[in-house]
């Protein structure tokens, strides 16, 4: 069983409407991220937070924005997506930026 | 730059070992890693080594790094059904903490 929560876990949602992705986890891990996973190939880094700071931005469009309100929550606010967004969003977390990352399920997202 | 290649199929029948090859390029990499992933699901951590050791060994899985030749296996004893799944190949360079390098997965199917 993961120890990272994400929820939905599916989300449907038309090209103009605003959804967010969750993510939790209470392992006091203070390095959190995003991923995007697209059918059959390796996980992207999207984004990583660092003790609730923005660290990394993998040069990812505006239209994905990142929001970290504590240590144990990673939110993935999406306004306005394109069908090529359509993928699975793994969240990580990791007690440090440099030790090994634990994921969770995912959203499996579909853009309409 | 960094790159991390590991073969795209390996089939085994059940009950023997699985071994699955990957080589990497950074030779500063800290951590080492196997990720399964079953389908429809997140990515597991199965295991991981660190840098200055050379075998790790847990339960079914062996962990095999060559330092010299830049070369991590994960050998997989009495292989089961419930093994069938991605193994992504993953390191953690020196230089990029935060950011793990995927290989492209070794989908591993199982044969009665």
């Known amino acids: 069983d993961t120890e990272v929560t994400q929820t939905p876990k599916h989300l449907v949602m038309g090209m103009t409407n605003k959804k967010s992705l969750k993510c939790e986890q209470h392992m006091g891990h203070r390095a959190m991220y995003w991923y995007k996973q697209k059918a059959k190939k390796p996980p992207e880094l999207m984004f990583v937070?660092?003790?609730?700071?923005?660290?990394i931005n993998e040069s990812v469009p505006s239209r994905f924005s990142p929001e970290c309100p504590n240590s144990s929550l990673l939110n993935l606010h999406l306004h306005a997506l394109q069908p090529e967004d359509s993928a699975l969003y793994l969240c990580?977390?990791?007690?440090?930026?440099?030790?090994?990352?634990?994921f969770g399920d995912g959203t499996r997202l579909s853009i309409l | 730059g960094e790159d991390v290649e590991q073969s795209l199929f390996l089939s085994v029948r059940e009950g023997d070992s699985s071994v699955i090859n990957c080589t990497y390029t950074d030779s500063s990499s800290t951590y080492l890693y196997w990720y399964k992933q079953e389908p429809g699901a997140g990515l597991q951590l199965l295991t991981y080594i660190f840098s200055n050791m050379d075998m790790k060994q847990d339960q079914r899985l062996t962990v095999l790094l060559n330092k010299k030749d830049k070369h991590l296996s994960l050998r997989i004893a009495d292989t089961q059904t419930g093994d069938s799944a991605i193994y992504f190949c993953?390191?953690?360079?020196?230089?990029?903490?935060?950011?793990?390098?995927f290989g492209s997965g070794t989908r591993l199917s199982i044969r009665p």
């Open positions: 993953a390191e953690s360079p020196d230089s990029s903490a935060s950011k793990i390098i």
């Open positions: 937070y660092s003790y609730e700071k923005l660290s």
């Open positions: 990580a977390s990791s007690l440090a930026g440099d030790q090994p990352q634990h």
